[in-house]
């Protein structure tokens, strides 16, 4: 185990984002320690530690240290170390041991989705990505965290008449432990983007008590993509990473056969589309410029600080972006999660 804590940090005055490595053990040993499974390129964890800049806010500090990170992506994982810290890991969790993993307060873990997304091959629980849940439960039983934090897309309670979900649930309270579902509109939490999350919050039976629903802060007041976006109108260069890099393809080859998912132009003044991982080179266009969406546009739908880069190409960023838990989402879980445990002995 790292006794240190490291976070990707925004500095006001240079206005650049670094990576700092708190040198305060003592801070470290007063947070909660998190254990993160399929953690992508970091945006569920970022969120987790907040204390980054998006936009004009700063996201508040959390009081929680990432022990360790785990994907079997391994360009996700650079991203991650690139941009959040050296605590991630290539791992396959499908044959992860947990006696061989660290302990933690709190598990976290947007388990894959692919197969249970409304926009990708639906195959369900009896597909090998379907059943990675059962990494989460494993793990739950051996370590047994104070608290679970797994998320995925909200059709999943939809997929067989909600059978799926029944199922996913009865497997992760068999480890014992209560579950509560916080299915979240991401634009009411100031995501400037249509983006449905579902969340399952998991206690530990012995401990009394749950994590409340974050209120949201902006639902009557959603923010917009030209909110978001409109200072890049005229940044056609890397003077802000990713900014240069988009799917250049202007008409989509389809086009006049039938308009499909990802060719659509964005409308100003309304949150964007949903961000899809699997956009195949079919990212929304601008609401004014004559091109899709930039990787930084997406990230900053997805709420990703300015500072954070994507270092691959932009089919592989895109997929990472589109993956992610919005920081800002994830923070305002975290902080619920956060005041919860606050209170336990
Ligand atoms: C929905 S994404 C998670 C995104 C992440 N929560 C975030 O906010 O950035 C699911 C991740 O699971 C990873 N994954 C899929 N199968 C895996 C496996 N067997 N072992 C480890 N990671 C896996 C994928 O590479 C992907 O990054």
Known sequence: MSSFETANVYDNSSHTYELRQSTCKDEVQSKHRVLSFFAGCGGLDLGFIGGVRFKDEVLPEQPFHIVSAYDFEPRAVDTYRMNIGHHAEVKDLSEAEPEHLPEADVLIGGFPCQDFSISGPRVGLDSERGNLYMAMVNYMRYHRPKVVVA??????????????????????????YRFEMWPLFAPDYGVPQNRSRLFLIGVRDDIVGHPVMPVPTHKEKHRSIDWAIEDLERIDDET????????????????????????????????????????????????????RLTVRECARL???????????????????????????????????????MENLL
């Not at 923070?331 to 956060?338: F, G, L, R, T």
């Open 151 to 176: 998320e995925n897309v909200p059709h999943l309670a939809k997929i067989d008449g909600g059978s799926v979900m029944k199922t996913i649930l009865f497997d992760l309270e068999s480890a014992g």
């Open 240 to 291: 802000v990473p990713n900014q240069s890099q988009y799917f250049k393809a202007a008409v989509a080859k389809d086009r006049g056969r039938r308009r499909s998912q990802g060719d659509e132009t964005c409308m100003p003044g309304v949150p964007s589309y949903t961000i899809r991982a699997n956009s195949r080179s079919r990212i929304q266009f601008h609401y004014k410029l004559p091109r």
């Open 302 to 340: 997805q709420t990703f600080p300015d500072g954070f880069v994507f270092p691959f190409s932009t089919t592989a960023n895109m997929k990472q972006i589109g993956n992610a838990v919005p920081p800002l989402l994830a923070n305002h879980v975290a902080k619920s999660i956060a005041d919860f």
